[in-house]
């Protein structure tokens, strides 16, 4: 028998529903934020979990790897707007309600996956910004510099910087 899984994520707690293939709620519980936590909590109901799905958010991406590498869940991370439209219809937006929705969603196949960055790949692009930022703060410090040295001003908007 296939059981798919949705995860509401706010910031703190997520609340998951799992269903089985015919959309009957068979699980329903809210636990904390925490990646071994959600993978404790869905091995306990004993169930085959055929896919784990949740709507892309700031915590998608070590829910993603996390679920998928260290605990080897099929996982699916949905677009935002698509997941969003299709919850709309309903009338009690709660977690809960969001994770039953998600939860058939996924079992529909309604959904259009995101891809997820690798973690070098983010390691990467937060090592560049870095540099950026570091390259604009040393150009701004040479700017001063050269006031400095030879005792100038210049004005940008609408405010005077003196060296």
């Known amino acids: 028998m296939e059981y798919y899984a949705g995860l509401d994520v706010p910031l ?20 904390a934020c925490e990646v071994d936590v959600i993978a404790n ?5 004993s169930l ?3 896919r784990i799905g949740f709507e892309a958010g700031t915590m998608s991406q070590p829910l993603f790897y996390g679920l998928k590498e260290q605990h080897g869940f099929d996982v699916v991370c949905m677009e935002a707007r698509q997941v969003n439209a299709a919850l709309s219809a309903m009338r009690n ?19 259009s ?3 997820m960055k690798s973690r070098r790949s983010h390691a990467m692009r937060t090592l560049l ?10 150009k701004l410090a040479v700017v001063m510099h050269r006031m400095w040295v030879n005792d100038t001003s210049f004005c940008r908007d609408g405010l005077e910087v003196v060296a």
């Open 12 to 31: 703190r707690s997520v609340s998951i529903c799992v269903i089985d293939f015919e959309g009957k709620i068979i699980f329903e519980r809210s636990v």
């Open 41 to 45: 909590t869905l091995a306990q109901t």
């Open 48 to 50: 085959l979990i055929t």
């Open 93 to 111: 937006k709660t977690d809960k309600n969001d994770a039953r929705g998600i939860a058939q969603v996924l079992r529909s196949g309604w959904y």
């Open 113 to 115: 996956p995101v891809h």
């Open 129 to 138: 910004s870095s540099r950026k930022a570091c390259l604009r703060t040393r």
